[in-house]
């Protein structure tokens, strides 16, 4: 007998997974409804659809409760009616960042520029204030760093830190800060204003100048922000000037290249 093509594999998986969205289609237009009302919606074997019921289930895409009697109480348990939770109907999507936009063109074309700009600093403030202690704990930029990358990852930016440069006696090296994920990305795509209020309030938290490498906005893998170290300088709790410190000002360029040529940590 001829074995079956692997090819057919992922055409199964597919018909499985889209039995599953139709199951999950229908408890978000019709649902709460008991497994057997699913089953003679889709016109298939009640088996199959507990099968999926129980997968959405364990995904957290759906919850049950007890159907209410009506007339005499019987025996035995309640009928179960399933439901999607708020993570089932993320399944089919949300226009969250479209409405953010919109709300931004709104704010940009009635208030002026100056007001995106306002709005962009008092976001950032919201996300990076209730951890300021924490950051600014330390005089070092590069253990402040650190401290920056688990507060930007409990706010869903999954960011880590690295250092490039080798250390050595009088040396400048550096760290990068990586955010991997931007919740925002869309709406930041069309107004870098939010980027640009994110890297200022980074480096007032950090005590020193940053350079914003990437962002996902631009169509870059991570938001990448270089922060100069110099061994043996504390970090000031907020800059003091807008001009580089002396020693970047006497480096050549060439000395003054990131080391790593700014790839993400």
Do not use: W
Not at 17 to 44: D, F
Not at 257 to 263: A, F, L, S, V, W
């Amino acid at each position: 007998m001829p074995r079956v093509p692997a090819a057919h594999v992922p055409s199964q998986v597919s018909a499985e997974g889209k039995t599953r969205h139709e199951v999950a289609r229908l408890l978000l237009e019709q649902g709460p409804m008991t497994a057997v009302v699913v089953a003679e919606q889709l016109g298939i074997s009640p088996t199959a659809v507990r099968r999926h019921l129980d997968a959405l289930l364990a995904d957290g895409e759906a919850e049950t409760r007890d159907a209410s009697r009506r007339g005499p109480r019987g025996r035995g348990r309640p009928a179960k009616l399933f439901l999607l939770t708020e993570a089932g109907r993320a399944r089919f999507g949300h226009a969250y960042d479209d409405l953010a936009v919109s709300a931004i063109r709104f704010l940009a074309e009635h208030a002026g520029e100056d007001a995106v700009r306002a709005f962009a600093e008092r976001r950032v403030a919201s996300l990076v204030e209730p951890h300021r202690a924490a950051i600014t704990g330390s005089s070092d930029p590069a253990t402040r760093a650190e401290a920056l990358a688990t507060a930007l990852s409990r706010e869903g930016y999954a960011a880590s830190t690295r250092q490039v440069g080798a250390p050595a006696p009088g040396q400048n090296v550096g760290a990068q800060l990586c955010q991997h994920h931007c919740p925002v990305a869309h709406v930041a795509a069309e107004f870098p204003q939010l980027c640009e209020a994110e890297t200022e309030a980074f480096a007032k938290l950090l005590g020193t100048h940053v350079q914003r490498l990437a962002t996902i906005a631009r169509g870059d893998s991570a938001c990448t922000t270089h922060v100069p170290v110099t061994a043996g300088q504390p970090a000031h709790p907020e800059p003091v000037s807008t001009e580089p410190p002396r020693a970047a000002q006497l480096r050549s360029p060439e000395e003054a290249r990131i080391p790593n040529g700014g790839k993400p940590a």
